[in-house]
């Protein structure tokens, strides 16, 4: 206990908790701030963002307005199918290009009829006499797009080749074997993600008015319920920090939850039987008070959560479905839900008070999506006052905070960004083994062991 005490000191101290307002400002600063010319938003530039699912753009459709990292951007299909991801500012004179035509392999803008192609090249400047057309000096702020299973990635980094797309292990699957959901939510993204890889706030937010009778003897939650304040083991991993959260199961076993972050802003929740457990959360930055929540799942894949309690009634926790809100134009008007705080996140105080819910709110994403909202915009780190069940959360910050710093004072490759494969190896879920067993080993193990609907990588020779 002693030894455990002293490493959640450690990984405190480490994340600069408790220390001077000033040093708390900078480091929260440099977390969470995304625009271009800021510590976090130059580090995730470097890797590929899952932007939009496919069918969002039409071929010769309407432009989308897409924010991504504080930057306003247009996204459309051309006449091949190819899709353009640029600066919504026509290089002209910065007429929205949001207003223009999707026509012939290009969008044209609507003010002077200037045309760019998919990789941001004028190919037309009709309003220009053809002696003193310049088209060729002239080229949209376009960055690298890339489609792989449904999904559209966006690449805003500097380089003149674009790093390989992240081997996200879900993103790997085919389309007809993949479920995939966005919803924005309305804070910043440093929160919204903290809340996947913090495993004690389950037993309450989210299960906090189930008994143990409410489950059967081999459903795994009931161990959540019998013992709702777990223990940690955390560390940094090459893909990012992985815990270990452990209660005592029967006959001398450990009941264990394994979750992830991955760079930049990947999670993997231990919601689901390790072997089979294949899915991933994306936490993108839309800009500093706003995040797109993309999740990727292995549709045939067992259900992470069973939905009703051993007399067959329903748990209402495990209600998954969201309800939108019709999207918009404009540019936080894609997979909002209906449920905000404008009306306080549908809230039933009723349900609340008589025990039907510990929240009052019945959508388990909604529940995660009200407190992380409820928190502002941007949380105030100097009011915290972190605990031992946060020792994830202060490791995350430290691990996210130094490589993005080393990237930026002396161009340390991010990781993950040449070398993808290495998030082949993250895995999340839980597991019951004897006691005793080192996490660790027991970590690989059960990654060795695990069902692989994406073969893993060979190992260079």
Same mark, same amino acid.
């Given at each position: 206990?002693?030894?455990?005490?002293?490493?959640?000191?450690?990984?405190?101290?480490?994340?600069?908790?408790?220390?001077?307002?000033?040093?708390?400002?900078?480091?929260?600063?440099?977390?969470?701030?995304?625009?271009?010319?800021?510590?976090?938003? %130059?580090?995730?530039?470097?890797?590929?963002?899952?932007?939009?699912?496919?069918?969002?753009?039409?071929?010769? @459709?309407?432009?989308?307005?897409?924010?991504?990292?504080?930057?306003?951007?247009?996204?459309?299909?051309?006449?091949?199918?190819?899709?353009?991801?640029?600066?919504?500012?026509?290089?002209?004179?910065?007429?929205?290009?949001?207003?223009?035509?999707?026509?012939?392999?290009?969008?044209?803008?609507?003010y002077h009829g200037w045309k760019f192609d998919a990789e941001g090249n004028c190919v037309d400047m009709p309003?220009?006499?053809?002696?003193?057309?310049?088209?060729?000096?002239?080229?949209?702020?376009?960055?690298?797009?890339?489609?792989?299973?449904?999904?559209?990635?966006?690449?805003?980094?500097?380089?003149?080749?674009?790093?390989?797309?992240?081997?996200?292990?879900?993103?790997?699957?085919?389309?007809?074997?993949?479920?995939?959901?966005?919803?924005?939510?309305?804070?910043?993204?440093?929160?919204?993600?903290?809340?996947?890889?913090? #495993?004690?706030?389950?037993?309450?937010?989210?299960?906090?008015?189930?008994?143990?009778?409410?489950?059967?003897?081999? %459903?795994?939650?009931?161990?959540?319920?019998?013992?709702?304040?777990?223990?940690?083991?955390?560390?940094?991993?090459?893909?990012?920090?992985?815990?270990?959260?452990?209660?005592?199961?029967?006959?001398?076993?450990?009941?264990?939850?394994?979750?992830?972050?991955?760079?930049?802003?990947? /999670?993997? #929740?231990?919601?689901?039987?390790?072997?089979?457990?294949?899915?991933?959360?994306?936490?993108?930055?839309?800009?500093?008070?706003? /995040?797109?929540?993309?999740?990727?799942?292995?549709?045939?894949?067992?259900?992470?959560?069973?939905?009703?309690?051993?007399?067959? /009634?329903?748990?209402?926790?495990?209600?998954?479905?969201?309800?939108?809100?019709?999207?918009?134009?404009?540019?936080?008007?894609?997979?909002?839900?209906?449920?905000?705080?404008?009306?306080?996140?549908?809230?039933?105080?009723?349900?609340?008070?008589?025990?039907?819910?510990?929240?009052?709110?019945?959508?388990?994403?909604?529940?995660?999506?009200?407190?992380?909202?409820?928190?502002?915009?941007?949380? %105030?780190?100097?009011?915290?006052?972190? @605990?031992?069940?946060?020792?994830?959360?202060?490791? /995350?910050?430290?691990?996210?905070?130094?490589?993005?710093?080393?990237?930026?004072?002396?161009?340390?490759?991010?990781?993950?960004?040449? %070398?993808?494969?290495?998030?082949?190896?993250?895995?999340?879920?839980?597991?019951?083994?004897?006691?005793?067993?080192?996490?660790?080993?027991?970590?690989?193990?059960?990654?060795?062991?695990?069902?692989?609907?994406?073969p893993m990588p060979q190992a260079a020779e």
């Amino acid at each position: 206990m002693r030894r455990e005490l002293a490493q959640w000191q450690a990984d405190l101290a480490a994340a600069k908790v408790g220390r001077k307002t000033v040093s708390i400002a900078r480091d929260s600063d440099d977390l969470t701030r995304v625009g271009p010319g800021t510590v976090m938003g %130059d580090f995730m530039r470097q890797y590929w963002i899952p932007a939009a699912i496919s069918s969002e753009l039409k071929t010769d @459709g309407d432009p989308m307005r897409l924010m991504l990292l504080g930057e306003k951007l247009i996204a459309f299909r051309d006449s091949s199918g190819r899709v353009g991801v640029m600066d919504h500012r026509c290089p002209h004179r910065c007429a929205s290009l949001f207003l223009g035509r999707n026509e012939e392999n290009g969008i044209r803008c609507v003010y002077h009829g200037w045309k760019f192609d998919a990789e941001g090249n004028c190919v037309d400047m009709p309003s220009v006499p053809p002696h003193q057309d310049f088209k060729g000096k002239v080229k949209a702020k376009a960055y690298k797009t890339a489609e792989r299973n449904g999904l559209i990635w966006v690449y805003m980094g500097n380089r003149q080749a674009a790093p390989p797309l992240p081997m996200i292990e879900p993103s790997l699957l085919p389309a007809h074997d993949m479920t995939v959901s966005f919803v924005q939510r309305s804070c910043n993204w440093m929160q919204a993600m903290e809340g996947d890889i913090d #495993t004690a706030h389950f037993g309450f937010l989210h299960v906090g008015e189930k008994k143990i009778e409410d489950f059967d003897p081999d %459903d795994m939650l009931r161990y959540t319920v019998l013992n709702r304040a777990p223990e940690y083991h955390v560390a940094d991993a090459p893909w990012g920090t992985t815990y270990a959260a452990y209660r005592p199961a029967e006959e001398g076993g450990t009941y264990w939850r394994f979750a992830n972050y991955m760079f930049p802003f990947w /999670t993997q #929740t231990p919601q689901g039987e390790f072997a089979t457990h294949v899915g991933a959360r994306a936490w993108v930055p839309m800009d500093d008070n706003t /995040t797109m929540h993309v999740h990727i799942h292995w549709a045939s894949a067992k259900p992470s959560v069973r939905t009703v309690k051993k007399d067959g /009634t329903l748990l209402l926790h495990v209600n998954r479905v969201h309800q939108y809100q019709p999207n918009t134009t404009d540019w936080h008007g894609r997979w909002r839900l209906a449920n905000n705080e404008a009306n306080d996140w549908g809230i039933d105080r009723n349900a609340q008070r008589d025990g039907r819910l510990y929240t009052g709110i019945s959508n388990i994403h909604l529940q995660d999506q009200a407190v992380t909202e409820s928190m502002g915009p941007i949380t %105030d780190h100097a009011f915290e006052h972190l @605990g031992p069940s946060d020792r994830m959360i202060a490791r /995350t910050r430290r691990r996210a905070l130094l490589a993005a710093r080393a990237f930026r004072d002396t161009g340390t490759p991010p990781p993950g960004v040449d %070398d993808p494969a290495v998030f082949m190896r993250s895995r999340s879920g839980y597991f019951i083994l004897k006691e005793g067993a080192d996490w660790r080993d027991a970590y690989a193990q059960q990654v060795d062991a695990a069902e692989r609907p994406v073969p893993m990588p060979q190992a260079a020779e």
